[in-house]
């Protein structure tokens, strides 16, 4: 009986590995095209500097405890207030990660007779909070305005007497393209029903002062927006932003808010930093803004590939082991490259996803396309 002990963990990687889709641990090393460090601020000086100033005011590493008991610390409370101020919210509500915050979130608001009509293509953390929720759900086409309303409108012709909730990213973390949100939330105000926007990929980078995507909508009693503080703003955790009502209901009722060790207080001294060097040095947006562009154009130029517009490109290579292989020659070369296969993106559509951050310049882009270009000519599936 020991000896079969691991034989199903073992029965799966081996299943992993014949569909080329097994995972394994890389440090990174090369010039980056994989982070999400859009801005370069996670070894930027400012907020070193900024968790060096917290550790001499005395902020200790860790929260000690839940929120809820004496982990609540000054440090998150300031955090939460000058994000509302920042993002135009009545309230902010500070996570230790984008993934807990989403499960939070999906898992608490939405009530039994509601549902969720999400995109289809909408990040695994808020697959986790809907599995776990108890209203109804269904996925939608991609970016399909019509197929949300259709939607909405199958479920109250078959009942539904709730709300209906709208759950979409702002921008798609692997195609890179944007959601219609002035339509989506036009369409939930229509419906008496909330919009859920995760700002991930755009906090930071788009919007006044990089306040997304949603900066428009923000301040809306129907909206619930997600701003990841791990990607652009380089550092980690997560602001759930909404009207006070929805907040203190998660505080209540979220149970990974309410049983989670509360995240470092140094983080949300950083994450503060983080929010003040967006208004304080526009010019990195602006750097990031004209490097987005010229990559997006010498993208298509290079391997005739339309571009998505964003920080993010993706590549199509379909066949799981040719992104592999692909990926790994270009690590070999020096350019820091990842293979995205499934479940993370649909079966078929396997691809590397290069990111643009301003950890790279010009001459960089030019030569990993050029050495892109060569590395998917010569490695065939």
């Given at each position: 009986?020991?000896?079969?002990?691991?034989?199903?963990?073992?029965?799966t990687?081996?299943?992993?590995?014949?569909?080329?889709?097994?995972?394994?641990?890389a440090?990174?090393?090369g010039?980056?095209?994989?982070?999400?460090?859009?801005?370069?601020?996670?070894?930027?000086?400012?907020?070193?500097?900024?968790?060096?100033s917290?550790i001499d005011?005395?902020v200790?590493?860790?929260?000690?405890?839940?929120?809820l008991?004496?982990?609540?610390?000054a440090?998150?409370?300031?955090?939460?207030?000058?994000a509302a101020?920042f993002?135009?919210?009545?309230?902010t509500?500070?996570?230790?990660?984008?993934?807990?915050?989403?499960a939070?979130?999906f898992?608490?608001?939405?009530?039994?007779?509601?549902?969720?009509?999400?995109?289809?293509?909408?990040?695994?953390?808020?697959?986790?909070?809907?599995?776990?929720s108890?209203?109804g759900?269904?996925?939608v086409?991609?970016?399909?305005?019509?197929?949300?309303?259709?939607a909405?409108?199958?479920?109250r012709?078959?009942?539904?007497?709730g709300h209906?909730?709208?759950?979409?990213?702002?921008?798609?973390?692997?195609?890179?393209d944007?959601a219609?949100?002035?339509?989506?939330?036009?369409l939930?105000?229509?419906?008496?029903?909330?919009?859920?926007?995760?700002?991930?990929?755009?906090?930071?980078?788009?919007?006044?002062?990089?306040?997304g995507?949603a900066?428009?909508?923000?301040?809306?009693?129907?909206?619930?927006?997600l701003?990841?503080?791990?990607?652009?703003?380089?550092?980690?955790?997560?602001?759930?932003?909404?009207?006070?009502?929805?907040?203190?209901?998660?505080?209540n009722?979220a149970?990974?808010?309410?049983?989670?060790?509360?995240?470092?207080p140094?983080?949300a001294?950083?994450?503060?930093?983080?929010?003040?060097?967006?208004?304080?040095?526009?010019?990195?947006r602006?750097?990031?803004?004209?490097?987005?562009?010229f990559?997006?154009?010498?993208?298509?130029?290079t391997l005739?590939?339309q571009?998505?517009?964003?920080?993010i490109?993706?590549v199509?290579?379909?066949?799981?082991g040719?992104?592999?292989?692909?990926?790994?020659?270009?690590?070999?070369?020096g350019?820091?490259?990842r293979?995205?296969?499934?479940?993370?993106v649909?079966?078929g559509?396997?691809?590397?996803?290069?990111?643009?951050?301003?950890?790279?310049?010009?001459?960089?882009?030019?030569?990993?396309?050029?050495?892109?270009?060569?590395?998917?000519?010569?490695?065939?599936?």
């Amino acid at each position: 009986m020991t000896a079969g002990l691991l034989h199903r963990y073992e029965k799966t990687l081996h299943g992993l590995e014949r569909k080329e889709r097994r995972r394994e641990l890389a440090s990174g090393s090369g010039v980056d095209f994989t982070s999400n460090d859009y801005l370069a601020l996670a070894g930027s000086p400012r907020l070193k500097a900024a968790i060096a100033s917290a550790i001499d005011r005395g902020v200790p590493v860790g929260s000690g405890g839940s929120r809820l008991l004496r982990g609540n610390h000054a440090e998150h409370e300031a955090l939460e207030a000058e994000a509302a101020a920042f993002f135009g919210v009545e309230r902010t509500l500070f996570f230790g990660s984008g993934y807990a915050a989403n499960a939070a979130l999906f898992s608490t608001l939405p009530q039994r007779d509601d549902i969720i009509v999400h995109d289809a293509l909408i990040h695994a953390s808020a697959h986790e909070g809907i599995a776990a929720s108890r209203a109804g759900a269904v996925a939608v086409k991609h970016n399909d305005v019509d197929a949300f309303a259709d939607a909405i409108g199958t479920w109250r012709k078959r009942g539904g007497m709730g709300h209906p909730w709208i759950a979409v990213e702002s921008l798609y973390s692997m195609d890179g393209d944007r959601a219609p949100l002035a339509d989506l939330a036009a369409l939930a105000a229509r419906h008496d029903g909330f919009l859920v926007v995760d700002e991930a990929h755009a906090t930071g980078v788009f919007g006044p002062d990089g306040r997304g995507l949603a900066a428009e909508l923000e301040g809306r009693r129907n909206l619930v927006v997600l701003h990841t503080c791990g990607k652009a703003l380089g550092v980690s955790g997560a602001l759930v932003g909404a009207n006070a009502v929805l907040c203190d209901y998660l505080v209540n009722r979220a149970r990974n808010f309410i049983y989670s060790t509360a995240p470092s207080p140094l983080i949300a001294a950083a994450v503060r930093e983080a929010l003040v060097t967006l208004a304080d040095e526009p010019r990195r947006r602006a750097e990031f803004d004209d490097l987005r562009t010229f990559a997006n154009r010498a993208l298509a130029e290079t391997l005739g590939i339309q571009s998505s517009g964003s920080q993010i490109l993706p590549v199509p290579v379909g066949d799981n082991g040719r992104a592999v292989r692909i990926a790994a020659r270009m690590r070999a070369e020096g350019f820091d490259i990842r293979a995205i296969r499934p479940p993370t993106v649909p079966e078929g559509t396997a691809r590397l996803r290069i990111a643009i951050t301003l950890n790279v310049d010009r001459p960089m882009i030019t030569r990993m396309l050029q050495g892109l270009k060569v590395a998917m000519t010569e490695e065939r599936s």
